[in-house]
Every structure is written in C-alpha cells, then in structure tokens.
T-cell receptor, first 113, second 112 residues
Framework: GESVGLHLPTLSVQEGDNSIINCAYS??????FIWYKQESGKGPQFIID?????DKRQGQRVTVLLNKTVKHLSLQIAATQPGDSAVYFC????????????FGKGTTLSVSS | DGGITQSPKYLFRKEGQNVTLSCEQN?????MYWYRQDPGQGLRLIYYSQIVNDFQKGDIAEGYSVSREKKESFPLTVTSAQKNPTAFYLCASMSFLNQPQHFGDGTRLSIL
C-alpha cells in the first residue's frame, strides 16, 4: 500500500549542529504534509506543516522542504539542542474527505552535548 | 487549557476481557482518530470519525470498536477478539481537512 517512509531510523548529532531528517512519500496525490516530534511516553507534538503549493516553510529553528518532483520531504533543525532529542515523524494527507494522515516509521534524533 | 485528554495512562487487560480507553477533547474539533503504536514503529490507524454518530474503519480495525455519541468524546474498546492488544494507543482530533491533528498523551495497554 501507499505509505510515507523515512530514510534513516536514527540520527546522532552534536549540540549546536544543524540536523536534517528526511522522508520519502509515495503518493503523488498527497497535498499536505506534517512533521511531528514525539518524546518518550507522550503523544506526537506538531512541529510544522507544508502544503503542496509550497516548497519551503520556516518556523522557529525549523525549516521544512518539499520536493514534489522526487516526492521528498525534509525537516531541518538549526542549532540542535539536547531538548530536541526525540522521535520525528512525517505524515501525509490526501485532500479528500474520509481520509486520514499516513505516518512514516520515524527517525530517532539523539543530541549529545 | 484546550486539548485532548486520554485516560487511563496505563491499563492492564486480563485474557478474555474487553477494556475501554477514554478520549475527550475540548477543542471543538469535528474529526477524531485512534491510532496504535508498537515499539519502534509509526502510527497505524484503527478507527476515525468525522462527525457525531458516524465512524469508519482504519487499517487495523479488527478486534476494536468505537462510538461517537458526543462531539467531544471518542472511546475505543479493545475487545477479547484482539489477540495482540499490547501497544501504546493514541487519540487525535482535527478541525478540518489539511490542518494538523492534535494528539493526546496516550494510553499504554498491557496484558496481565
């Protein structure tokens, strides 16, 4: 079936580095994408989203890039901090009533100081 | 504060027993969702509801049931037919299409 996947299950960085987490999606009809952060024992927390009519969106210390040609999504975290350590999920949605988000398996980000 | 409340945080099920997980939201969202998360895995959709008194099966609905009698409540029952119920269960809600889903902090279900 169609699904969203992430390239790497784990990513280790040093505090202060920039982190890039990647995601490949397979459904070219998807038009809305979200990044979530999940800390241990908690529910996913919304980070940033992007619609298919955009290729870049910036938030506070985070940037999401969307490349529809190769169906690729990435999350960039600037000046990574120990508090950024968590599992990051990308999710996609079709703009159709009766559909739900499709989640990838997640990337575990570990930040060492 | 507006948000989604799941209870209990931890739940234990005996063999042959049905258990019900609670999900309440005060965000005035129309759509609500139940997901299952296994260790090291992503989220898999169990059931979702876009309006009161209506719900649809997700990818792994077998062994589960839901109801949506009120807009703010979407309880999930894990029945004895679900042979591998041990997992982390997450409830979410959303206002309308192409908006982020908001999640509760989950219920961890284990077998006694």
């Amino acid at each position: 079936g169609e699904s969203v996947g992430l390239h790497l299950p784990t990513l280790s960085v040093q505090e202060g580095d920039n982190s890039i987490i990647n995601c490949a999606y397979s459904n070219s009809a998807s038009d809305y994408f979200i990044w979530y952060k999940q800390e241990s024992g908690k529910g996913p927390q919304f980070i940033i989203d992007i619609r298919s009519n955009m290729d870049k969106r910036q938030g506070q210390r985070v940037t999401v890039l969307l490349n529809k040609t190769v169906k690729h999504l990435s999350l960039q975290i600037a000046a990574t901090q120990p508090g950024d350590s968590a599992v990051y999920f990308c999710a996609e949605n079709l703009n159709q009533a009766g559909t739900a988000l499709i989640f990838g398996k997640g990337t575990t980000l570990s930040v060492s100081s | 504060d507006g948000g989604i409340t799941q209870s209990p945080k931890y739940l234990f099920r005996k063999e042959g027993q049905n258990v019900t997980l609670s999900c309440e939201q005060n965000l005035n969202h129309d759509a609500m969702y139940w997901y299952r998360q296994d260790p090291g895995q992503g989220l898999r959709l169990i059931y979702y509801s876009q309006i009161v008194n209506d719900f649809q099966k997700g990818d792994i609905a077998e062994g589960y049931s839901v109801s949506r009698e009120k807009k703010e409540s979407f309880p999930l029952t894990v029945t004895s037919a679900q042979k591998n119920p041990t997992a982390f269960y997450l409830c979410a809600s959303m206002s309308f299409l192409n908006q982020p889903q908001h999640f509760g902090d989950g219920t961890r279900l284990s077998i006694l």
